[in-house]
Nanobody
């Protein structure tokens, strides 16, 4: 069975930091691009960041550029999202994702991030 398990969510003040992590099992982790998505109440799920591999292409949504950093450790089957200078609008449930063209997408259950103003 495929499992993606997020951790690290919680409460932060505006301007603060949180680090999210996702541990992946059940797939050949290094064969997949991995990404972070988020969904705020009443809004559509949106992509935050994606990394193809440890030394490869990285994508950041405009609303997190300069504040968030994505990374992956293929030896530990783990991906992280370092979030700095948090804003109240970053409040959302954050989901990790593993994907490969032509293959099913795999999702974690999400971890809640709340940023107070």
């Amino acid at each position: 069975d495929v499992r993606l398990v997020e951790s690290g969510g919680g409460l932060a003040q505006a301007g603060g930091s949180l680090t999210l992590a996702c541990v992946v099992s059940g797939i050949t982790f290094y064969d997949y691009a991995v990404a972070w998505f988020r969904q705020a109440p009443g809004k559509e799920r949106e992509e935050v960041s994606c990394i193809v591999n440890e030394d490869g292409t990285i994508y950041y949504a405009d609303f997190v550029k300069g504040r968030f950093t994505i990374s992956r450790d293929n030896g530990k089957n783990t991906m992280t999202l370092q979030m700095n200078n948090l804003k109240p609008e970053d409040t959302a449930v954050y989901y990790c994702n593993a994907n490969r063209m032509g293959r099913p997408n795999y999702w974690g259950q999400g971890t809640q991030v709340i940023v107070s103003s």
